[in-house]
Nanobody, 123 residues
Framework: QAQLVESGGGLVQAGGSLTLSCAASGRTFKSDGLAWFRQAPGKEREFVAGIKWIGQTYYANSVKGRFTISRDDAKNMLFLKMDNLKLEDTARYFC?????????????????WGQGTQVTVSS
């Protein structure tokens, strides 16, 4: 089972940028689908962005054009570059992996998770 550790979260002003990182150990995830989810207080965890093992990417409409997901399988790393951040992007961000071949946005379809990193966007 893979262990995932997120980093890079913090406090940023609206309009600013952050890049989140996710480091994996215990498993080579080069054939897995990977994704970022987020959860704001009082809300359900939601899909943000995903990337298949072949590199195809998927984004939630709310972040399309502002966030970029990427992976470095040689280093077992996943990234999320976030630009033009908005107040509504404030949440705890989680990376996750799935053994499924097809990309999925459902929380329950993901097999392993990190503990999350907090992103707070201020006005």
């Amino acid at each position: 089972q893979a262990q995932l550790v997120e980093s890079g979260g913090g406090l940023v002003q609206a309009g600013g940028s952050l890049t989140l990182s996710c480091a994996a150990s215990g498993r080579t995830f080069k054939s897995d689908g990977l994704a970022w989810f987020r959860q704001a207080p009082g809300k359900e965890r939601e899909f943000v962005a995903g990337i298949k093992w072949i590199g195809q990417t998927y984004y939630a409409n709310s972040v399309k054009g502002r966030f970029t997901i990427s992976r470095d399988d040689a280093k077992n790393m996943l990234f999320l570059k976030m630009d033009n951040l908005k107040l509504e992007d404030t949440a705890r961000y989680f990376c996750a992996g799935t053994y499924r071949v097809t990309m999925t946005t459902a929380v329950t379809d993901y097999d392993y998770w990190g503990q999350g990193t907090q992103v707070t966007v201020s006005s």
